[in-house]
């Protein structure tokens, strides 16, 4: 899926497409790029929920307001949707649109790995994670170890900045974008 898929599927309907990956990737139609950030944002926040919620399975999120409404189509790799005006009955006709355009894992080519890191620097990354979110640190840290498919027996450098970021968007959301920065400063200063 890219943004030619995405810009395509406003000419059969859909109004606002938008895709996000759990690994972090989001891609929007030319229409949806002034609402990227925010999206980028949702994604965080609904990926969290789900993993939260562990066995039960999501497959459709709908949020529908006076003037705009979401509707998203969620499988194993992120999720499809679309913002819309609401109006009776378009909603199904949006989900039958996403699921056509469901994200598909692309494969990743190697572009030669960084150097193996020390996997103790996991620890000092909880340590200071535990600053900032308390009682919620290792199921943050678990769920962004997951999500971002980070081995800890097989870490590189890239690997580290990955979970930073998923880490200090994850922060962010539950204590402030302030603090999610500058928990992510303190990781990035610990790399260095």
């Given at each position: 899926m890219d943004q030619d898929a995405l810009n395509h599927a406003v000419t059969k309907g859909l109004p606002m497409?938008?895709?996000?990956?759990?690994?972090?990737?989001?891609?929007?139609?030319?229409?949806?790029?002034?609402?990227?950030?925010?999206l980028a944002?949702?994604?965080?926040?609904?990926?969290?929920?789900?993993?939260?919620?562990?066995?039960v399975k999501i497959e459709t999120i709908e949020v529908?307001?006076?003037?705009?409404?979401?509707?998203?189509d969620v499988d194993a790799e992120g999720l499809t949707g679309t913002i819309f005006e609401p109006r009776e009955?378009?909603?199904?006709?949006?989900?039958?649109?996403?699921r056509e355009l469901r994200v598909k894992p692309v494969a990743a080519?190697?572009?030669?790995r960084m150097a193996l890191v020390d996997p103790g620097i996991l620890e000092k990354i909880k340590a200071i994670l535990q600053d900032y979110v308390g009682d919620f640190t290792d199921r943050i840290f678990q769920n962004q170890m997951k999500n971002q498919g980070i081995d800890a027996e097989e870490l590189h450098g890239?690997?580290?900045r990955r979970l930073i970021l998923a880490l200090s968007k994850a922060t962010g959301m539950i204590v402030g974008r302030r603090k999610g920065r500058e928990l992510s400063s303190k990781l990035i200063e610990l790399v260095k």
């Open positions: 497409p938008f895709a996000l990956t759990k690994s972090g990737t989001t891609l929007v139609a030319n229409a949806t790029a002034e609402y990227k950030e925010n944002q949702t994604a965080l926040v609904i990926f969290e929920t789900i993993s939260a919620l562990g066995e529908v307001g006076d003037k705009k409404g979401i509707i998203m009955g378009v909603a199904v006709e949006y989900l039958k649109l996403l080519v190697p572009m030669g890239e690997d580290v």
